[in-house]
């Protein structure tokens, strides 16, 4: 059983930070890409930033300059530190990873359960 777990949500004030976390555990032999999504209410899920093993990154337009996804391979755990939050970056925030169980397995996509982040003006 493979989870995927967030943590760092809050509630920050206009301009403030915010350090996400999204561990991953059980029965993993290896991680390929990872990302971070968020949903606003009544509004899609969309891409944030995605991270692959080597550590290439890529980021919404939106997020560039503010976002930065990291992640440590050792610890099957990846990070979006969030700086100069705004309003609307109001949203559940979400993680996902390709994951392979086996060495032979093809890759599956697991997702987090969400984590909230509040930006009061």
């Known amino acids: 059983q493979v989870q995927l777990v967030e943590s760092g949500g809050g509630l920050v004030q206009s301009g403030g930070s915010l350090r996400l976390s999204c561990a991953a555990s059980g029965s993993i032999f290896s991680i390929n890409a990872m990302g971070w999504y968020r949903q606003a209410p009544g509004k899609q899920r969309e891409l944030v930033a995605i991270?692959?093993?080597?550590?290439?990154?890529n980021y919404a337009d939106s997020m560039k300059g503010r976002f930065t996804i990291s992640r440590d391979n050792a610890k099957n755990t990846m990070y979006l530190q969030m700086d100069n939050l705004k309003p609307e970056d109001t949203a559940v925030y979400y993680c996902?990873?390709?994951?392979?169980?086996?060495?032979?397995?093809?890759?599956?996509?697991?997702w987090g359960q969400g984590t909230q982040v509040t930006v009061s003006s």
């Open positions: 996902n990873a390709m994951i392979h169980l086996t060495a032979t397995a093809n890759p599956r996509l697991y």
């Open positions: 991270i692959t093993v080597g550590g290439a990154t």
